[in-house]
């Protein structure tokens, strides 16, 4: 595979895995119980942690890039796959 493809691979592997972590460990002021900000929604988290979620996302895009790379270039699998 090239370079190219690893990385459209990868960036599309990060999308859904940030998609995927996004909701981990949200509370809106709702669930919380606290006074809602005039002007905003009672459904917005209070404390989003993006930079964590853009972490994560990273890591896990990183590993599923990883095994599927190794998937691809396992001779036992495409063996398998082949026969």
């Keep these: 595979m090239q ?3 690893i990385i459209a691979v990868f960036f599309v ?4 895995s940030f998609v995927a972590v996004l909701p981990i460990g949200n509370k809106s002021f709702h669930e919380a119980g606290e006074k809602v900000v005039a002007g905003s929604d009672p459904g917005a988290p209070i404390a989003p942690r993006l930079l964590f979620k853009v972490l994560m996302a990273t890591g896990l895009a990183a590993v599923l890039t990883a095994l599927l790379m190794w998937g691809l270039t396992n001779e036992a699998l495409q063996y ?4």
């Design 80 to 83: 398998y796959w082949n026969r």
């Design 13 to 16: 592997l990060w999308w859904i």
């Design 3 to 5: 370079i190219g493809s």
